[in-house]
């Protein structure tokens, strides 16, 4: 019964190939993360989404695409894969929206392409 | 804007030993502060948070933190590790009406027998 569960664990790809990643949460929350983990363990926010409504879209290219069908599922799309997209993906949740909250992260997954 | 520098990037450490991960942090409103562990091929793990009250805050696996508003810092710390503390810690800010977390580069604790 894993809170934040995330498929595939890992990815191994050609690049210009297009790939998604899953994501599922059982915590009844209504806010879900996409993250990107470099190489030098540096994290950064690329989506969020509150009940099903992006409310973050940072600076990413627009080759990467999220997708909420429903509050307990967000997923990433990730079209024309380039080197540099090689990186480990955390999907996230929280309860809601207020600042303060605590986001609980699933496993990752490691995207490496070729 | 909130960013979170943390000023060691490798802290090894002898089991038992006393260990401080510093973290500080830069914001022009009022925030919110977080440490998070992160185990080897795993996941973020919530190991403590400030919103307000006690400067104080202890958390879980025996770790604590002081807020400090004038040093602008957080830093963690542990009186006693084991070799299971070994992980990548992160420390993590949000403030104002920001709805995302800003996380710094990570320290990586590794305990030594």
């Given at each position: ?21 899953k994501c599922e ?75 303060g909250e605590t ?12 | ?113």
């Amino acid at each position: 019964d894993t809170a934040v569960s995330q498929t595939p664990k890992y990815l191994v790809t050609q690049m210009g190939n297009d790939k998604s990643i899953k994501c599922e949460q059982n915590l009844g929350h209504d806010t879900m993360y996409w993250y990107k983990q470099d190489s030098k363990k540096f994290l950064k926010i690329m989506f969020s989404y509150n009940n099903k409504e992006l409310i973050i879209n940072e600076t990413v290219p627009n080759r990467f695409s999220p997708k909420s069908p429903d509050k307990a599922h967000l997923n990433l799309h990730i079209n024309s894969l380039e080197l540099g997209d090689s990186a480990v993906y955390f999907c996230a949740s929280s309860q809601g929206v207020r600042v303060g909250e605590t986001q609980y992260f699933g496993p990752g997954t490691r995207l490496l392409v070729l | 804007a909130q960013s979170v520098t943390q000023l060691d990037s490798q802290v090894p450490v002898f089991e038992e030993a006393p260990v401080e991960l510093r973290c500080n942090y830069s914001s022009s409103v009022s925030v919110y502060l977080f440490w998070y562990v992160q185990y080897p091929n795993q996941g973020l793990q919530l190991l403590l948070k400030y919103l307000s009250g006690s400067t104080l805050v202890k958390g879980i696996n025996g770790f604590e933190a002081e807020f400090n508003k004038s040093q602008t810092s957080f830093h963690l710390r542990k009186p006693s590790v084991h070799i299971s503390d070994t992980a990548e810690y992160f420390c993590a800010v949000s403030s104002g009406s920001a709805r995302q977390l800003t996380f710094g580069s990570g320290t990586q604790l590794t305990v030594l027998p």
